[in-house]
């Protein structure tokens, strides 16, 4: 393993980082651009409070490109994110996306080919307020590729995680296992950005509850019909693990909305209504929902 890359230090790519850079600080490095890199260097970023000085590059040095690149910019980001990514990508260079939702991996092979993109999803509970980041759990990475390829490679790549203390897993149905975390996105951010509640609610509120029911149905629908597996199983084990997680841990999207920030609902509810009318599936409290998000967001 010569080189990890990370393009993105928000909440999800510091929390990673970090755990790269104590494993090992030498093989980690964060693509910036010459602003970032300043402001990075002068105020440092803090992750559970420890203070991390990352190398921090704006340009390849000596034809050398990393092994892995993982992308962990909001989805609004990301096609900017690409043209800074684009220096970057090696012959060998796998990038793999740690972005919400199930568009990004497509997006990113537009560019540089389905050999070279690695599904992933990463489950997370960190908080991020202006360059410091905390989190109760590490996670998980579940990541693999969509045609099941770089096998060995990706087991290389598991193996240096488990020394970086990051759980994961390679599976050989990544697809279904992104839409089990996207049902997450579409049903828990959304509804948490719309009532401004953190994950506690999910523990007693029983209108949250019947709610998060009405979101799941058109998701588990839509995704059928896409030729995904996901099921009342998958509900089941979201609800499970929305109770388990920091009660006062915040998701992206909330995080978002108190930021004022403009949030992945394109991605989420956007993304389900799209897929709905391909496929002649009627969406209306996906519809109802991406129209209240949109509207917060108008009266910024």
Known sequence: MKSIYFLGLGALGAKYAASFYDYNSENIKIIVNQDRKEKYAAEG???????????????????????????????????EAIVDLIPFVGENTLIISLLNGISSERILADTFGWDKVINAVAYMDAVKVENRVTYGSIGKIIFGHIENKFQERLHSL?????????PNTI?????????????????ANQLTF????????????????????????????VGKAHGVQIGD???DRMKATLKIVDEQ??????????????????????????LGKQYGIATPYN???????????EAY
């Open 233 to 235: 199983k998958e509900v």
């Open 158 to 166: 598991s193996e240096y995680m488990n020394g970086a203390n990051i």
């Open 194 to 221: 719309l009532l401004e509640f953190p994950y506690g609610a999910f523990k007693t509120n029983q209108h949250l509850d019947k709610l998060m029911d009405l979101l799941s149905e058109e998701v588990i629908a």
């Open 249 to 274: 841990g915040k998701t992206s999207m909330l995080q978002d909305r108190e930021a004022k920030r403009y949030s992945e609902v394109d991605e989420f509810s956007g993304e389900i209504i799209a």
């Open 45 to 79: 970023v803090f992750v559970n409070e420890k203070r991390y000085d990352f190398d921090y590059i704006i340009g390849i040095e000596n034809e050398i490109y990393p092994d892995f690149i993982f992308v962990a910019v909001k989805s609004n980001q990301l096609k």
């Open 287 to 297: 519809e109802l929902v991406y129209n209240m998000v949109k509207a917060v967001e």
């Open 171 to 187: 599976t050989d149905e990544i697809q279904d296992a992104q839409w089990a975390k996207y049902l997450v996105n579409v049903v």
